[in-house]
């Protein structure tokens, strides 16, 4: 999940700003745990899908 889109239920202001110790505190938890896949973009991660895929075919392809 991004925070980028979040509204505080205290302030009312975007997450991603950090304007009360809520905000401050809700960001600094999603960045903790943030997958390594987080920053990727969706066409990113499909064109990995489709190496994957492609790579899985080949090696498939070469056993038999």
Do not use: I, K
């Amino acid at each position: 999940m991004t925070y980028d889109r979040l509204v505080c239920a205290n302030c009312a202001g975007p997450v991603a700003e950090g304007r009360c110790p809520t905000c401050r505190a809700s960001r600094q938890r999603l960045e903790q745990q943030e997958s390594p896949f987080a920053q990727l973009s969706p066409a990113a991660l499909l064109a990995l899908l489709v190496v994957l895929v492609a790579a899985m075919a080949l090696v498939a392809h070469q056993a038999a």
